[in-house]
């Protein structure tokens, strides 16, 4: 959720992991056509065009750029398969590595 290019997707490929979606909402970012899919989706609403269910959904630095990040947990929510895994990671401003990083890139 809230794929970007498809980095994320690229490296959960490289993996093993198949059967890769990406979300986002702007589709003209998207560059990891050769092994996922792309939904286009805005991310503070119900996914309602998701049929499928994942046994990992991934929200890989986003909920910091969503105006409703209740809406974002609840549409990861609904696209996990039973016993499924929702994993969220956010920035870590206190840490110097991170903003180091943050600055150089």
């Known amino acids: 959720m809230g794929c970007g290019p498809g980095h994320w997707l690229?490296?959960?490929?490289?993996?093993?992991?198949?059967?890769?979606?990406?979300?986002?909402r702007r589709p003209d970012?998207?560059?990891?056509?050769?092994?996922?899919?792309?939904?286009e989706a805005d991310l503070t609403g119900p996914?309602?065009?998701m049929s499928e269910q994942f046994d990992l959904?991934?929200?890989?630095?986003?909920?910091?750029?969503?105006?409703?990040?209740?809406?974002?947990?609840?549409?990861?929510a609904s696209c996990l398969a039973p016993g499924g895994w929702f994993v969220m990671t956010t920035p870590n401003i206190y840490s110097i590595r991170a903003r180091g990083r943050f600055l150089v890139k």
Do not use: M, N, W
Request: aromatic share 14%; hydrophobic share 50%; charged share 20%.
């Open 29 to 39: 970012y998207f560059t990891a056509h050769g092994f996922a899919q792309f939904i």
């Open 57 to 76: 959904v991934t929200a890989i630095e986003v909920v910091e750029h969503v105006s409703d990040p209740e809406a974002l947990f609840a549409a990861g």
């Open 47 to 49: 996914l309602d065009s």
């Open 10 to 24: 690229a490296r959960l490929y490289k993996e093993g992991f198949r059967d890769l979606v990406g979300i986002d």
